[in-house]
C-alpha cells in the first residue's frame, strides 16, 4: 500500500506534495507526487497508471492492517477520497 500518487491537474496546496521525487528502487524521478494517506479505503479496481479524481479526507481514520513491507515513498502522505475513475 506504499502507493505514489501523481497530481496531473487541480488546486491544491503545493506544501502538500512534493515538486520533484526519486523513486530509489527505479531510479525514476517523478514531478508533483505524494504517498497515498488513506490504504485502507482506496480501491482494489485501482491500478497503475490509472487516472481518477480525488478529494482530500480529513475525516480519514485508519482502521485496518497494513503490510509493513519497505517500497520508497514520498515523503509527504494525504488522505484521499476517490470521487471519479477515468479508466
Known amino acids: 500500500m506504499n502507493y505514489t500518487i501523481k497530481l496531473l491537474e487541480g488546486d491544491l496546496d503545493?506544501?502538500?506534495y512534493l515538486a520533484e521525487?526519486?523513486?530509489e528502487s527505479t531510479g525514476k524521478t517523478h514531478t508533483n507526487v505524494f504517498?497515498?494517506?488513506s490504504?485502507?479505503?482506496f480501491p482494489a479496481t485501482i491500478k497503475?497508471?490509472?487516472?481518477?479524481?480525488?478529494?482530500?479526507?480529513?475525516s480519514y481514520v485508519?482502521?485496518?492492517a497494513v503490510?509493513?513491507?519497505y517500497y520508497p515513498k514520498p515523503s509527504k502522505s494525504i488522505a484521499i477520497k476517490i470521487v471519479l475513475i477515468n479508466n
Open 67 to 69: 503490510c509493513m513491507a
Open 48 to 58: 497503475e497508471g490509472d487516472e481518477f479524481y480525488f478529494k482530500i479526507d480529513s
Open 21 to 23: 521525487w526519486k523513486d
Open 62 to 64: 485508519s482502521n485496518c
Open 35 to 37: 504517498a497515498l494517506g
Open 39 to 41: 490504504v485502507c479505503n
Open 14 to 16: 503545493k506544501t502538500k
